[in-house]
C-alpha cells in the first residue's frame, strides 16, 4: 500500500537498541556503583546535561541507591513481593530512579528499588483509534462530515513517556488537524475518488510530527460521514454558466439576436404539457408515532438500550413532548415525559422530525447541522437511526 508513496515502516526491533538488562547486583542495577558516563538513550544531549552535574549530586546518588539495595537485601524475602516485576514480550518498562531515567527494562523478571524507583509499563503492541466526524470545507466549498481510523505502535518506549502525556490524545489531535489541512486542497470529487491516495499522504505527515513522540502512524483510513453541502458548482446549477460574449457591428449583433430568438409555435402544432404531480402528504407526527409501537420488541431493546425523550417544535412555535422506552422489556413509546430520567433528550423541528423518521435525514446530518439537538450521549442518540430504518420498512 505504502510502496507509491515511499514510505517505509520502522523496525519493530527497533526499540531493543537500548541496554537489556536481567536480574542481579551487577545485571538489573548493571552500573548504579559507577560514578562515570554511561549509555543513555536520551542521547548525546542528555550526557552532555549529566556531565555538568557535580561530584556531590552523583556521590548522594550511589550513596541512597546503595542503602536502598542494602535494606532490600535484608529483607528480601518480603521485599521480593514488591521489587519483583515481571514484563512481558510485548512491553518495556520505564524507570525513573531519584527522577533520572534509565535504559527501558525487560522482557522477563525486573528488579525494581523500593522507594526511589517510579516505573511506567509502555505496551509496544498497534493499537487503533478513531478520530471523531468534524465539519470540514473542500476547495469547491463543500461541507463535510469526515473521520479517520488510525493504527500506530510505540518505537521508542523512553520518548513516548518523556515527550507526551497522553499519546492517543495528541496523536488523535494532530490526525485531524493534518485531516483538516489536507482535505481543505481537494474538491468533493478528489475526495470521494482518492481516499487511500490521500489516506497515504496523511501518514506521511502525521509521522512527520510524532516520530519526535517515540510513536510512529502505520495506517490511516478516511471515513466520510455524510455530504452536509454541496459544492458551489452543483448550487449555481445552470446558473452558473456564463453567457457567450458577442462581437461584431450593431447591424450584426441585431441579427444574430434576431436569428436567435425563439419561434413562434406553428398553427398545426401540437403542445404538450405534461401534467404536475401533486405533492405528496407528510405523515403528521402523530401518525408516525403509531407506527412506532407495532415495531416495538424486545429485540430491538436490547439493540438500543436506552430511553428518549424528544420535545418537538411545532410550526405555531408550540411545542409537544413524547417518549420512546428502550431500555426494558419490550420498550414503550407514548405522549408525554417516560418514567425517571431519561438517557437522551432529543429537541428538533416537526419537519425535520418527519425527514429524520420517514429516513429521509440522517441523525448524525442533523445534529452536524444544527437541525437537532442532544442533551445526554450522543452515541446513544445515534442509535436512533435504526429504530427510523425499522419504521420506514414498517410502512
Known amino acids: ?19 537489556q538488562s536481567s536480574i542481579g547486583l551487577y545485571g538489573a542495577q548493571k552500573g548504579f556503583f559507577s560514578f562515570g558516563s554511561k549509555a543513555d538513550p536520551l542521547g548525546p544531549a542528555r550526557n552532555a546535561a549529566d556531565s555538568s552535574q557535580g561530584w556531590l549530586s552523583r556521590i548522594c546518588h550511589g550513596i541512597i ?5 542494602l535494606l532490600m537485601l535484608l529483607t528480601f524475602p518480603i521485599s ?3 521489587a519483583l516485576k515481571i514484563v512481558p514480550t510485548y512491553e518495556r518498562m520505564v524507570i525513573f530512579r531519584l527522577g533520572r531515567l534509565r535504559a527501558p527494562q525487560g522482557p522477563g523478571v525486573v528488579l525494581l528499588l523500593p522507594f526511589i524507583d517510579h516505573w511506567q509499563r509502555v505496551d509496544l503492541r498497534t493499537r487503533a483509534f478513531n478520530v471523531p466526524p468534524c465539519k470540514l470545507i473542500s476547495q469547491d466549498g463543500a461541507v463535510l462530515s469526515m473521520g479517520a481510523d488510525v493504527q500506530f505502535r510505540v518505537w521508542d518506549p523512553a520518548l513516548s513517556v518523556l515527550v ?4 492517543v490524545a495528541a496523536t488523535r489531535m494532530t490526525a485531524q488537524s493534518a485531516m483538516a489541512k489536507a482535505l481543505g486542497k481537494k474538491s468533493l470529487r478528489e475526495i470521494q475518488g482518492e481516499k487511500i491516495r490521500i489516506g497515504e499522504q ?11 513522540w517515540g510513536l510512529e502512524v502505520d495506517r490511516v483510513e478516511l471515513t466520510m460521514e455524510a455530504v452536509l453541502q454541496p459544492p458551489r ?40 404539457v405534461s401534467e404536475v404531480d401533486p405533492p405528496r402528504r407528510r405523515p403528521s ?7 412506532v409501537e407495532p415495531i416495538l420488541s424486545e429485540a430491538l431493546v436490547s439493540q438500543m438500550g436506552a430511553s428518549y425523550q424528544v420535545d418537538i417544535i411545532l410550526p405555531g412555535g408550540a411545542r409537544s413532548t413524547f417518549f420512546i422506552d428502550l431500555s426494558s422489556g419490550s420498550g414503550q413509546a407514548g405522549c408525554g415525559v417516560p418514567q425517571g430520567n431519561p438517557d437522551v433528550v432529543l429537541e428538533v423541528a416537526e419537519e425535520d422530525l418527519q425527514e429524520l423518521m420517514l429516513g429521509e435525514l440522517r441523525p448524525l446530518a442533523a445534529y452536524m447541522s444544527g437541525r437537532l439537538r442532544v442533551q445526554g450521549d450522543l452515541q446513544l442518540a445515534l442509535r436512533l437511526e435504526e429504530l427510523f430504518k425499522a419504521v420506514k420498512l414498517h410502512r
Open 1 to 19: 500500500m505504502f510502496s507509491r508513496s515511499g514510505y517505509q515502516a520502522l523496525p519493530l526491533g527497533d526499540f531493543d537498541r537500548f541496554q
Open 65 to 69: 541507591t546503595s542503602l536502598v539495595f
Open 80 to 82: 521480593g513481593w514488591f
Open 164 to 167: 507526551v502525556k497522553d499519546l
Open 202 to 212: 496523511l501518514l506521511l505527515d502525521i509521522n512527520d510530527m510524532t516520530k519526535s
Open 233 to 272: 458548482d452543483a448550487l449555481l446549477g445552470p446558473l452558473g454558466a456564463v453567457a457567450p460574449v458577442l462581437e461584431g457591428s450593431p447591424p450584426q449583433l441585431a441579427s444574430h439576436l434576431l436569428d436567435s430568438a425563439p419561434s413562434a409555435p406553428e398553427a398545426d402544432s401540437v403542445v404538450t
Open 285 to 291: 407526527v402523530a401518525e408516525l408515532l403509531s407506527a
